[in-house]
């Protein structure tokens, strides 16, 4: 999907006020809509959960990757619960059902095989389990749902054939995705490549300043680590630090850290070398427009000491943006940052 933050009929500074909310309060079926009232009920919690960031996509803090199916049984009355934990809109779709959304119309309630649970919402559907076999339940933001936001929803003693059988796995199957960035600047140069699933992160990033003002000499520093995602505030990893002048290498350190989100987003990240040092960092983008971003990072490690920037972004498309950058040691500079 392309991104609509860039996308100059989309780039607007807010929401406009008179788009009206979701009609579901207000409908109400034409007939008796109320399941049996002696059938046993199933109820069923799910969370709506994610990273807008990573694009993470969950059910229950998990993807469809990591789970079992929702297990119900035929003659019952089965209630979702669910909850958005998060700030987008998600329209969840049940395959082979019409369910009730339960909306405040008593025996009316108005019957659905799709419902958008609005952010940080609280939607309660329920249906009668009277369709024998396996079905689909995801969010019908397609990308949402090839992220991870899916479930099979299960009958107990239904199997699947043998040609089906075969192929389940793939519905399983979970899919690595790589990008990166390169940042040339007239002060210094910046490049990160990334290749993530949903909570393994392998990262490259490099450095090479064009002057260091203390040693006048070009200076760089590569850090490649593999980081484990837990959930969007919480993040560990282990990886290498390599640093060095010109073609020589000073140092080689294995490093060992996390990463947490802290209140207002600040990004923390602290790590250990197996040299006896440890360095920890702090860092904020403030998101000023749709277009234009100021940025800024507090650096202190035990052996070099502090490192700081601040600069400003302002996205030309979505592959493009046009950077300035003040560096602690490289000074300023701008340029051009390049997305793949």
Not at 229 to 236: A, C, E, G, H, S
Not at 273 to 287: L, N, P, S, T
Not at 296 to 310: L, P
Request: charged content about 25%; some cysteine.
């Amino acid at each position: 999907a392309s991104d609509v933050s860039s996308s100059k009929d989309l780039a607007v500074d807010s929401m406009d006020p008179r788009r009206p909310g979701p009609p579901y309060a207000r409908l109400r079926a034409v007939r008796n809509t109320d399941l049996p009232k002696d059938r046993p009920m199933r109820e069923i919690r799910l969370t709506l959960d994610g990273d807008m960031e990573r694009y993470v996509w969950l059910i229950n803090n998990k993807p469809l990757s990591e789970t079992d199916s929702i297990l119900i049984e035929k003659g019952e009355v089965v209630r979702f619960i669910m909850i958005n934990r998060t700030m987008m809109h998600h329209p969840m779709h049940l395959h082979g059902h019409f369910f009730r959304v339960v909306n405040g119309q008593g025996d009316h309630a108005p019957l659905k095989h799709t419902v958008d649970v609005e952010p940080m919402s609280t939607t309660v559907i329920e249906f009668d389990a009277n369709e024998f076999g396996d079905w689909f339940f995801h969010c019908h933001l397609l990308y949402h749902m090839k992220a991870g936001m899916a479930r099979m929803v299960h009958y107990d003693g239904f199997s699947l054939s043998p040609k089906l059988a075969a192929v389940r796995p793939r519905l399983y199957g979970e899919s690595w995705y790589f990008w990166g960035a390169i940042t040339p600047l007239s002060n210094m140069a910046e490049v990160s490549i990334t290749a993530s699933s949903t909570r393994n992160i392998l990262r490259l990033r490099g450095q090479l300043g064009w002057r260091d003002e203390a040693a006048q000499k070009n200076r760089w520093e590569t850090v490649l680590t593999w980081d484990r995602w837990f959930n969007r505030f919480f993040t560990v990893f282990i990886g290498v630090d390599i640093e060095g002048e010109r073609s020589d290498s000073e140092y080689t350190r294995s490093v060992i850290g996390f990463t947490y989100l802290l209140p207002f987003n600040f990004e923390t990240r602290v790590w250990a070398d197996d040299d006896g040092g440890w360095r920890g960092a702090v860092g904020k983008e403030f998101q000023l427009t749709p277009r234009i971003a100021l940025f800024g990072e507090a650096e202190y490690d035990s052996h070099e000491k502090w490192e700081d920037r601040a600069g400003v972004a302002y996205t030309v498309s979505k592959n493009f943006s046009l950077v300035g950058l003040w560096h602690s040691d490289f000074g300023w500079g701008g340029g051009l940052q390049a997305r793949f």
